[in-house]
Structures are given as structure tokens and as C-alpha cells.
Nanobody
Framework: QVQLEESGGGTVQPGESLRLSCAIS????????MGWYRQAPGKERELVAT???????NYADSVKGRFTISMDNAKTTVYLQLNSLKPEDTAVYYC??????????WGQGTQVTVAS
């Protein structure tokens, strides 16, 4: 069974940076896209950024220009570079894999906290 494992979360001050990583336990041909979502306390999970197998990217308006999503050539690891972090970026960040059939696989989440 394919698993996703996130890493790289932590606590930083406003304006600082973090890099999140999500590793797939094995490469799968049916992978269509990978992405990052986040969920803050009391709020619904929201899309942060996605990247397709052919490296087409999409970002939430709130993170455009600050966050960058990328994927390694083997298509087994996806990264999220978070720059100029703000307190409102505080959330649990979840890695997502979507297959060509529309099935979703989720990681366990990693906490990002931005506080002075």
C-alpha cells in the first residue's frame, strides 16, 4: 500500500522560512498530481498548492509569491518551500496524492506554527 510521509514542520517567527517534504513510499504510475493542503484550528481544510505529473502548478491566492511547490524527477517526493511566513499560515499541513481515477491519498500531517 502506498504511504505518504511528511516532514519539515516546526515553529518559526513571522518572516522566516520552512521547507516541507512529502515522500511516497513507492512510485506509482497512476499518480496524477500531488499537493499540499492545510487546516487551521476551527477551519476547514484548504488547498495550498498542487503540482501535476508534468509539473503544472497551482497556488492558493493567499500563498502566491511566498510558497513554491516542486517535485523531484523520480516523482516520489514533493516539496513545499514556505517563505515570508505569517501567523495566519499556522496550520497542520497535509500532503495529498491524487490518482488519475480521482482517488485521494493523504499523509498524517505536519504542524507549522508561526509566532513571535
Amino acid at each position: 500500500q502506498v504511504q505518504l510521509e511528511e516532514s519539515g514542520g516546526g515553529t518559526v517567527q513571522p518572516g522566516e522560512s520552512l521547507r516541507l517534504s512529502c515522500a511516497i513510499s513507492r512510485s506509482i504510475f497512476s499518480m496524477y498530481a500531488m499537493g499540499w493542503y492545510r487546516q487551521a484550528p476551527g477551519k476547514e481544510r484548504e488547498l495550498v498548492a498542487t503540482i501535476t505529473r508534468d509539473d503544472s502548478t497551482n497556488y492558493a491566492d493567499s500563498v502566491k509569491g511566498r510558497f513554491t511547490i516542486s517535485m523531484d524527477n523520480a516523482k516520489t517526493t514533493v516539496y513545499l518551500q514556505l517563505n515570508s511566513l505569517k501567523p495566519e499560515d499556522t496550520a497542520v499541513y497535509y500532503c495529498n496524492l491524487r490518482t488519475r481515477l480521482g482517488n485521494d491519498l493523504w499523509g498524517q500531517g505536519t504542524q507549522v506554527t508561526v509566532a513571535s
